[in-house]
T-cell receptor
Framework: DVKVTQSSRYLVKRTGEKVFLECVQD?????MFWYRQDPGLGLRLIYF???????EKGDIPEGYSVSREKKERFSLILESASTSQTSMYLC???????????FGPGTRLTVL | GDSVTQMEGPVTLSEEAFLTINCTYT??????LFWYVQYPGEGLQLLLK?????DKGSNKGFEATYRKETTSFHLEKGSVQVSDSAVYFC????????????FGSGTRLSIRP
């Protein structure tokens, strides 16, 4: 069974902290994605990666960075967390183009 | 660019009612179409998909037919259950989006016993 895991289900951080969200997939997929989900705004793409060490900005990259050192792992980094980054963060992966994405369970991040 | 428009929610139905959630899309070429479901506190799961015109995707009693002529992919279920309460997302992946998926805004469905 395909699996995407995220390092935490719930996370509470303070303003200004550096935050790492980790995502691991076991399907050998080349493409990985980070989204945030907010009420009334749906899913918004933050960053995606189509290969190791490759990254592309999505629709809302400001305040975030990413790292993909290994094919199975894609990390989202909040350099200096702000209260506006309180949200549900979802990781996904897919192989090739025009195919379904597989999602992790999500991390609900609260920044105080 | 590509886009997906789906029915605004929330939708509230009684158990065993018939469900339709409308979804229309704009895309160049022939995109793949998806319905995802998100249960409370969880990530998104693929519910069904269709990859070419007139294909019907089906799963767990839900169905959707890829209609090229009306650019639609409406989700239907003949008899809903309380356990179907969730948020449903229509989505597409097409020529201009490649590996990315374009999601609709989601429709929250509540089923009362």
């Amino acid at each position: 069974d395909v699996k995407v895991t995220q390092s935490s289900r719930y996370l509470v951080k303070r303003t200004g902290e550096k935050v790492f969200l980790e995502c691991v997939q076991d399907m050998d997929h080349e493409n990985m994605f980070w989204y945030r989900q907010d009420p009334g705004l749906g899913l918004r793409l933050i960053y995606f990666s189509y290969d190791v060490k490759m990254k592309e900005k999505g629709d809302i990259p400001e305040g975030y960075s990413v790292s993909r050192e290994k094919k199975e792992r894609f990390s989202l980094i909040l350099e200096s967390a702000s209260t506006s980054q309180t949200s549900m963060y979802l990781c996904a992966s897919t192989e090739g183009n025009y195919n379904e994405q597989f999602f992790g369970p999500g991390t609900r991040l609260t920044v105080l | 660019g590509d886009s997906v428009t789906q029915m605004e929610g929330p939708v509230t139905l009684s158990e065993e009612a018939f469900l339709t959630i409308n979804c229309t899309y704009t895309a160049t070429g022939y995109p793949s179409l998806f319905w995802y479901v998100q249960y409370p506190g969880e990530g998104l799961q693929l519910l069904l998909k269709a990859t070419k015109a007139d294909d019907k995707g089906s799963n767990k009693g839900f169905e959707a037919t890829y209609r090229k002529e009306t650019t639609s992919f409406h989700l239907e279920k003949g008899s809903v259950q309380v356990s179907d309460s969730a948020v449903y997302f229509c989505a597409l992946s097409g020529w201009s989006s490649a590996s990315k998926i374009i999601f609709g805004s989601g429709t929250r469905l509540s089923i009362r016993p």
